[in-house]
Structure formats: C-alpha cells, structure tokens
C-alpha cells in the first residue's frame, strides 16, 4: 500500500488555475488524472508502508503537520520537471521542516528517504505526461501564466494507492487556527 501525504490548496485559487491549463490543454490532450486529486502541496513522495502500520503512522503525520497549520505559503510559477508540469511553491522554513519531520517519522517504519528527498521541491502537480513532446509543447503556451499568490494553507490531505499510481484520496481535515 503506498501513501501520499500533502497540504491542500486553497479552491479558488486552484480551480482559477486548473479551469485555465484545462482549456489550454484542449489543444494537447495531455493526461488530466493528477487534476482529478484535491489541489494540493506535495510533502514527500509517495511511499509504500505495510498496512498493519497504516493507521498509527497516518495518525501521527497528522499530528506532526497540524503542528505546523495554518501556515503562508507562496506559489511561484509554472515549471517542468521532464513529463511533469507544475506549480512551484517557494520554500520556507516550516515546509522544510515539516518534510524533515516526515523524513525521520517514516524512518521509524523502516521507510529509507527517497532520492528526491534530499533536495525536495515543493509544488503543486498540473500534469504527468508520457508524452514528453506534448509536455514540452503544452509548457511553452502556459509558462508564463500568473501563478504567484500568498495562499493560507489549513488542510491535510492524504491519499492511498495500490500501485503507488492511481491514488484515491483518503483523508481531508482542516486546521483550525
């Protein structure tokens, strides 16, 4: 079973952005399923944990990030990451700090960091293509949309995978503060 966990990003900034690269992406048919997810900031890379561990690990990540919430945090501009289209989050300390904290929680589970770990970027997901032409072609129309915004951020989210692909969320809270 693989985990996903994550800070959700305010609706109408997300929906204003998602309604945009959309009818942008009429014209290059790139896949829309990380769309289908909540917007959201990514805080680690997906990780698989046995599912006798689930519960209390999921538990205690909660814990850990309502720790952090509510919190600021900047959106930057629309990059790529070769078939991966996104939003930069500029980094801050607690957001640095929070995927610390996951990094030495996950380790408790025997969960060794991933590679990207040591030099993590905070974004948002648009697009995953395995076309990485289209990618490229779809980029260069929406890279110069203005995505920068101060966005408070109040919610956990957190999905669940089989295949470590197609996640289905499963976790939603918001932090009052």
Avoid at 74 to 98: C, D, F, M, V
């Amino acid at each position: 079973m693989f985990l996903w966990v994550a800070l959700k990003l305010n609706e109408s900034f997300a929906n204003d952005i998602r309604n945009k690269v959309k009818a942008i992406n009429q014209k290059y048919n790139l896949d829309e399923k990380a769309l289908e997810l909540p917007a959201h900031i990514s805080l680690k890379i997906s990780f698989d944990i046995l599912n006798n561990d689930k519960q209390l690990l999921i538990d205690k990540m909660v814990t850990l990030i309502k720790s952090y919430l509510p919190l600021k945090v900047t959106t930057n501009k629309i990059e790529r990451n070769g078939n991966i289209i996104w939003i930069s989050i500029k980094e801050n300390n607690k957001l640095q700090e929070i995927h610390n904290k996951l990094d030495l929680l996950l380790l408790n589970y025997g969960i060794s960091k991933h590679e990207f770990d040591d030099n993590f970027m905070f974004h948002s997901t648009l697009f995953i293509d395995e076309n990485e032409e289209k990618v490229k072609e779809m980029y260069d129309v929406i890279k110069d949309l203005d995505v920068s915004d101060n966005i408070k951020v109040d919610s956990i989210i957190m999905g669940e995978s089989e295949d470590g692909i197609n996640f289905i969320p499963i976790l939603d809270i918001v932090v009052k503060g």
